[in-house]
């Protein structure tokens, strides 16, 4: 899953091979990135631009990470914040948390999961304001409209459930069964014949978004991006 092009990063990192690094990363995951490299450019960027999650490293020239969010949630911000540490200091976790940061990862750290920390820190924060992404086609949870590049497809309430399931469960294997339970209130029932019927719909409607529903035979489906 790829989160909308409204998911704006500030990291703030002064080693700038790291930096460097990090950013091409979160932009290969399609999320605009600012970076700079001390506590004041950081505080001050924190008071200029809208953004919606920040990557904070501990240890930086000028004011350190800490003073960045003790000032900012002194300013009443509820900007989710992922401090960065050097080394698995618990104190500095405890530290960082207390001064209000929302979560942290260890150096080194594995890119797939600072991206995982981060969507799910901006989901959490405002869940209105993530689309979920794959190939051409776009899924406005808030709205729940479904748009191929830009073009409203109709879904119904049913192929909506169970599309947005399968989205937010994308290059994943997932089961009828697991699809069913997603999708319907308690104690209605659906067949797994209709699970297949709602899914044959759907892949009529995105055929033209670069995705596909593959069918995982005896067990369920993926939806995964294709080529177009
Ligand atoms: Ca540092």
Same mark, same amino acid.
């Given at each position: 899953?790829?989160?909308?092009?409204?998911?704006?990063?500030?990291?703030?990192?002064?080693?700038?091979?790291?930096?460097?690094?990090?950013?091409?990363?979160?932009?290969?995951?399609?999320?605009?990135?600012?970076?700079?490299?001390?506590?004041?450019?950081?505080?001050?960027?924190?008071?200029?631009?809208?953004?919606?999650?920040?990557?904070?490293?501990?240890?930086?020239?000028?004011?350190?990470?800490?003073?960045?969010?003790?000032?900012?949630?002194?300013?009443?911000?509820?900007?989710?914040?992922?401090?960065?540490? #050097?080394?698995?200091?618990?104190?500095?976790?405890?530290?960082?948390?207390?001064?209000?940061?929302?979560?942290?990862?260890?150096?080194?750290?594995?890119?797939?999961?600072?991206?995982?920390?981060?969507?799910?820190?901006?989901?959490?924060?405002?869940?209105?304001?993530?689309?979920?992404?794959?190939?051409?086609?776009?899924?406005?949870?808030? #709205?729940?409209?479904?748009?191929?590049?830009?073009?409203?497809?109709?879904?119904?309430?049913?192929?909506?459930?169970?599309?947005?399931?399968?989205?937010?469960?994308?290059?994943?294997?997932?089961?009828?069964?697991?699809?069913?339970?997603?999708?319907?209130?308690?104690?209605?029932?659906?067949?797994?014949?209709?699970?297949?019927?709602?899914?044959?719909?759907?892949?009529?409607?995105?055929?033209?978004?670069?995705?596909?529903?593959?069918?995982?035979?005896?067990?369920?489906?993926?939806?995964?991006?294709?080529?177009?």
């Amino acid at each position: 899953m790829i989160l909308g092009p409204n998911m704006h990063v500030l990291l703030v990192e002064d080693d700038p091979v790291l930096a460097d690094g990090i950013a091409r990363i979160l932009r290969g995951h399609g999320m605009v990135v600012d970076v700079v490299h001390n506590g004041d450019d950081a505080d001050r960027a924190l008071q200029a631009r809208e953004m919606s999650v920040a990557v904070l490293d501990i240890g930086l020239p000028g004011i350190d990470g800490f003073e960045v969010v003790r000032r900012l949630r002194s300013r009443g911000s509820q900007l989710p914040v992922l401090l960065l540490t #050097a080394r698995d200091d618990v104190q500095d976790r405890v530290r960082g948390l207390e001064m209000g940061a929302d979560d942290y990862l260890v150096k080194p750290f594995a890119a797939p999961e600072l991206v995982a920390r981060l969507k799910a820190l901006v989901r959490r924060s405002n869940p209105r304001s993530v689309d979920l992404q794959l190939g051409g086609l776009q899924l406005d949870p808030f #709205a729940r409209r479904a748009t191929i590049d830009g073009l409203t497809i109709e879904l119904s309430a049913r192929e909506w459930a169970v599309l947005e399931y399968l989205m937010q469960h994308a290059s994943r294997v997932v089961s009828k069964q697991q699809i069913i339970d997603a999708i319907l209130p308690w104690g209605e029932e659906v067949t797994l014949n209709a699970v297949e019927v709602y899914i044959s719909r759907i892949r009529a409607k995105i055929d033209k978004a670069g995705i596909t529903i593959k069918t995982i035979r005896g067990f369920g489906y993926m939806l995964e991006q294709s080529a177009r």
